[in-house]
């Protein structure tokens, strides 16, 4: 039956309508992942000069076996974001008499064929048999063993999270959360030494290569859990039972409840965007560019240039709006026929649009506050570009989302996908970056600094204060080129 699925899939790439640029893409990332892997492999072959550069007078053995741990934690988070879901490729065969572990050994092992299966390989193969394959032979074929035990482990496990996480969101966040931490446990706390608890496993290996068992023992429960989630959890009525008996409104969020319809849009809106991988990229990027400060604002150079204050504050305050609004109609692209009949009032619509960036950037606001730390001024310069992202940012980007009609599929993954990109995307970058400086600069220049930002917030908050005549002449604009944008969204 492999053999079938296989033939099949082959079939189903060559005949489909756009086969031609699939084979161009296809070219182009296997040239891109070939130049990856040729850079890994030499950084494998020096891996044991490397690191005895690094480590003077010391074994290197010894580091060797601590940052291996450290590779397999990053290897998850990679995994986590970039590793797809084969789950697509077995739709046709719910409906027709095909055993259910046949289609689920089947997603199993199509899930093994990916390049981050080979990168273990290709870094530290030579590293095992030129320093640890001379003092022992058995001790290798335990770090062989050790590493694809890992690899597999960490293969299914993301997966597993991964397919959680497109039946609660909120899996993904929790997860991402515990990850943090563990970090934090590491390098920001000191509490444990991720590196001495790998040596303390991987240095045991070379007297006790039977530890090498454990990994491989960790990969089989987690190839079995993921094993029975697939085929309890094959069936889309499978996948939604749970769902159905719990249901109660399209408002599972209470705080939302009070502003009624606008409320639904919003509580459905957050569904798309923690159901979906795109759209939940978009939001975890810009969780993680609420560090963006922690690059900059220690450095002595950037201490006086409250310019690039502004820029950062500008962007943590604002990620969300400008990485997720750009795309903001393209999201609901596969159901925006039926957006278009439906009773749903545009200005609903569009005020679901201002309150979700407005709910996401108050958060994002709240969590740049520990920047106090380096002035309270940056707190200052933080709320300012707080008001004017809310104001103006999120009324340019809804003007902009008016003319972006290419369409997004929210079933691909994030990773290499280029849809919905086009030349809006970079034209409205230049209102977004260059219309606060040109108030910012001249104002400071000739009065201060302080009454420069003042305009800012000023202007922000009118803005604020006119989101009716904005959205009044948004819905004009959009009615005008509704039409478009629907015979865009249509073309796959």
């Given at each position: 039956m492999t053999s079938t699925f296989i033939s099949h899939e082959l079939k189903s790439f060559w005949r489909a309508k756009n086969t031609g640029k699939n084979i161009a893409v296809r070219v182009v990332m296997g040239l891109l992942i070939l130049y990856l892997f040729i850079n890994i492999a030499v950084v494998g072959f020096f891996l044991d000069k490397v690191l005895e550069e690094i480590y003077k007078n010391q074994d290197v053995l010894a580091p060797f076996c601590g940052i291996l741990l450290m590779y397999y934690f990053v290897d998850l988070l990679l995994r986590l974001q970039l590793q797809e879901l084969p789950t697509l490729k077995v739709q046709p065969y719910l409906h027709l008499p095909v055993k259910r572990n046949t289609l689920v050994k089947y997603l199993s092992a199509a899930s093994m064929l990916s390049f981050f299966n080979l990168w273990p390989y290709l870094l530290?193969?030579?590293?095992?048999?030129?320093?640890?394959?001379?003092?022992?032979?058995?001790?290798?074929?335990?770090?062989?063993?050790?590493?694809?035990?890992?690899?597999?482990?960490?293969?299914?496990?993301?997966?597993?999270?991964?397919?959680?996480?497109?039946?609660?969101?909120?899996?993904?966040?929790?997860?991402?959360?515990?990850?943090?931490?563990?970090?934090?446990?590491?390098?920001?706390?000191?509490?444990?030494?991720?590196?001495?608890?790998?040596?303390?496993?991987?240095?045991?290996?070379?007297?006790?290569?039977?530890?090498?068992?454990?990994?491989?023992a960790l990969a089989a429960v987690m190839f079995y859990i993921n094993f029975l989630f697939l085929k309890a959890n094959l069936y889309l009525e499978d996948l939604n039972a749970n769902k159905a008996s719990s249901y109660k409104n399209s408002t599972d969020y209470p705080i939302l409840n009070r502003f009624g319809s606008v409320g639904d849009l919003v509580a459905n809106e957050v569904k798309l965007i923690l159901r979906n991988?795109?759209?939940?990229?978009?939001?975890?990027?810009?969780?993680?560019?609420?560090?963006?400060?922690?690059?900059?604002?220690?450095?002595?150079?950037?201490k006086n240039n409250e310019g690039f204050k502004i820029f950062c504050g500008m962007f943590m305050t604002g990620i969300f709006i400008i990485n997720y609004g750009q795309f903001m109609f393209s999201w609901q692209a596969s159901h925006f026929d039926g957006i278009l009949v439906s009773k749903v009032k545009f200005t609903d619509f569009l005020k679901a649009k201002y309150l979700l960036f407005t709910g996401i950037s108050t958060v994002a606001f709240i969590l740049t506050l520990p920047y106090v730390y380096f002035g309270w001024r940056v707190i200052l310069i933080h709320l300012v570009m707080y008001l004017w992202n809310l104001g103006v940012n999120t009324t340019i980007i809804l003007f902009f989302a008016n003319r972006n009609h290419r369409r997004i599929d929210l079933s691909k993954g994030a990773s290499f996908n280029w849809e919905g990109v086009g030349a809006t995307q970079f034209l409205v970058s230049i209102p977004l970056l260059v219309t606060p400086f040109v108030l910012y600069a001249p104002i400071k220049y000739f009065v201060n600094s302080n009454v420069a930002l003042g305009v800012l917030a000023t202007v922000g908050v009118i803005c604020i204060a006119l989101r009716p005549f904005w959205i009044k002449k948004l819905e004009q604009d959009f009615i005008e080129k509704k039409f478009k944008l629907a015979e865009g969204f249509r073309a796959k």
């Open positions: 530290f193969s030579f590293f095992i048999f030129k320093v640890i394959l001379p003092d022992s032979g058995l001790a290798a074929l335990a770090f062989f063993v050790a590493i694809t035990g890992f690899a597999i482990f960490n293969n299914y496990l993301a997966l597993y999270i991964k397919r959680r996480s497109n039946l609660n969101g909120w899996i993904f966040l929790a997860v991402s959360a515990v990850l943090i931490l563990i970090n934090a446990g590491d390098f920001l706390w000191h509490i444990y030494s991720i590196k001495d608890i790998s040596y303390s496993f991987f240095g045991k290996m070379m007297t006790t290569p039977a530890l090498a068992l454990i990994p491989v991988k795109r759209p939940r990229s978009a939001l975890i990027m810009g969780l993680f560019f609420m560090l963006y400060g922690l690059f900059f604002y220690p450095n002595p150079v950037m």
